[in-house]
Each structure stands twice: as C-alpha cells, then as structure tokens.
C-alpha cells in the first residue's frame, strides 16, 4: 500500500511563497505519476498540477500556470510543488496523490489511486 505524507504548508503573506513536498514510501517512486489537489472551503476539489513518472511531462491549472512548478526527485521518493505569488484565493488544504502509470509522455489529474492526508496553505496579511 503507498502512503503519500505532505508538508510544508503554513501562513504565507500574498506575493509570498512556499514549497509543499509529498513523500511516498514506496521503493520505486517512478512507477507512478503524481498529482497536487487542493480544496479550499466550501469548494470542490480541483486539480493543480501532475507530473509524469520521470519529470518529461508536467500540467498545470489555468490559475497556477506562471506562479506554480512541479518537481519530482525519485532518489529521495519526494515531489515537490513551489509556489510562488501566492494570493488569497490560493488558501486550501493541499493534497498530493498518485497514479499507477507508466508513461513520460503525459499525465493527467484525475483516476488517481492512491491520496495523502493534506496539508493546510493559508495565504493571508
């Protein structure tokens, strides 16, 4: 069973910025494509960002675009999400999750396997 751990969230200032990572216990990370979610209150859950299982592809929500980048280091079975210009409309929990799936060449935020607990960004003066 892969178990997905998120840090790095906090109070953040808007224009601030933070780095979420996702930590997986699994031996061979990179048999997976992993995606970041986020739910703010009283909203549905929306995608992020997702990353294919050696970093060649990447996607991102219109909103995060420009501000968001997703990164994956397979050695420390660890992916990272930095944000930066965060706004308000940003505050969430933020969850990473995963997907069986072997292929460099894409990847998608939805059908995703495997779900972290969360961790809370709030972005506030």
């Known amino acids: 069973q892969l178990q997905l751990v998120e840090s790095g969230g906090g109070l953040v200032q808007p224009g601030g910025s933070l780095r979420l990572s996702c930590a997986a216990s699994v031996f061979t990370l990179d048999a997976y494509h992993i995606g970041w979610f986020r739910q703010a209150p009283g909203k549905e859950r929306e995608g992020v960002s997702c990353?294919?299982?050696?970093?060649?592809?990447?996607n991102y929500a219109d909103s995060v675009k420009g501000r968001f980048t997703i990164s994956r280091d397979n050695a420390k079975n660890t992916v990272y999400l930095q944000m930066n210009s965060l706004k308000p409309e940003d505050t969430a929990i933020y969850s990473c999750?995963?997907?069986?799936?072997?292929?460099?060449?894409?990847?998608?935020?939805?059908?995703?396997?495997?779900w972290g607990k969360g961790t809370l960004v709030t972005v506030s003066l």
């Open positions: 999750a995963a997907r069986s799936r072997v292929s460099d060449y894409d990847c998608y935020m939805y059908g995703m396997d495997y």
């Open positions: 990353i294919s299982n050696h970093g060649g592809t990447t």
